[in-house]
């Protein structure tokens, strides 16, 4: 839940500073020259200002904001981010209110603007932002600022909202080559390209299966889930080998160089999912990865990719490539 931090923030507007200026100039006038119409004057100007703060403070009172995340977001593309703001007071309605998202305690470029919040309704709106890089974004909060109702201060305050955006890599357009051809590997069957074949055997449910696969007397007896596997499915596999081996101070090319093989990786198992394809994508690593199939399998793909960290060169690959480097990948990205 969203918590606010105290104190308040207040800075100045250039109307703002030009009117407290002026009040101090009527104030010093007043008192060297005891006119009872500068001290009236003074007076009133001294009334907007305590109005001001009041009216400001009251505004920021007491609301409730929380956004809305994409379910994708791919990096180098437009995303839109949801806002809602909800204002708790029983009777008075809040205005003019600006909302930041904040990054890392930054607040991006982007504001949600409400003009007239009223009392115990909430309203939505949502802004449009890019990010450059794959990864993990630590969102922290919210800043909340309005300049209601006279425009001589902006008072803000921070709302605490943990949370985090996992930003895909981005989808590049592939040129579609001949899938792989079926061969054997070990005592793997190998059979011919279709949606049903022989029984192959047995594996463990993932999400995006055909429930009409489950091996049930299999099931019952393991306690999980078994989905049956025939020899069409184990011919239409693809091993995608992505390097991401790094040198300990790499260069910006190099970091370059390795998004962009991410960014091909990414896409050509996109590619290969939505054509019914089994894939999986080995990386330096210690244990190799699952077979991945449907395009259920989609999101937990580019999660991991988006994820994925550079490592020594030491490091090797849990399963040999015996394939070709994809067109673009510089020798980063083999198929196989």
């Avoid at 994708?72 to 995303?79: E, I, Q, S």
């Avoid at 003019?96 to 991006?108: A, F």
């Avoid at 579609?176 to 190998?190: F, K, L, Q, T, V």
């Amino acid at each position: 839940m969203a918590r606010s931090r105290w104190p308040r923030r207040l800075q100045f507007t250039r109307e703002g500073k030009y009117f407290v200026g002026i009040t101090f100039g009527v104030g010093f006038a007043a008192i060297n020259t005891g006119n009872n119409l500068l001290y009236l004057l003074f007076g009133m100007l001294l009334s907007f200002i305590i109005a001001s703060g009041i009216l400001s403070e009251l505004s920021l009172r007491d609301l409730e904001v929380s956004r809305q995340i994409p379910t994708r977001m791919h990096a180098k593309r437009p995303f839109l981010v949801g806002i809602t703001l909800k204002n708790n007071k029983r009777r008075l309605p809040s205005f003019s209110v600006e909302v930041e998202d904040l990054y890392d305690d930054k607040p991006i470029d982007k504001r949600c603007y409400f003009l007239k919040l009223p009392s115990t309704r909430s309203q939505s709106t949502s802004y449009r932002h890019t990010l450059a890089r794959r990864g993990r974004y630590a969102v922290t909060g919210f800043r909340l600022s309005t300049k209601f109702p006279f425009g001589l201060f902006r008072k803000s305050r921070t709302v605490d909202s943990p949370g985090e955006l996992i930003v895909f890599p981005e989808l590049v357009p592939i040129r579609r080559g001949r899938p792989p051809a079926s061969r054997n590997h070990g005592e793997e069957i190998r059979g011919r390209v279709g949606r049903r074949g022989e029984f192959h055997g047995l594996r463990e449910h993932r999400e995006g299966d055909d429930p009409r696969d489950i091996h049930w007397p299999s099931t019952a007896r393991r306690g999980r889930q078994m989905v049956r596997e025939y020899e069409d499915e184990a011919a239409r596999r693809l091993t995608i080998f992505l390097d991401n081996a790094m040198d300990e101070n790499p260069s910006e090319a190099d970091l370059d160089a390795l998004e962009r093989a991410v960014s091909l990786a990414a896409s050509m198992a996109v590619d290969y999912l939505q054509r019914g394809f089994a894939v999986r994508v080995c990386t330096r690593g210690e244990t190799a990865p699952p077979w991945l199939r449907g395009g259920g399998q989609i999101a937990a793909v580019l999660r991991a990719l988006a994820l994925l960290p550079s490592v020594s060169r030491e490091i090797p690959f849990p399963v040999k490539a015996e394939g070709r480097p994809a067109r673009g990948g510089k020798g980063r990205v083999v198929e196989a």
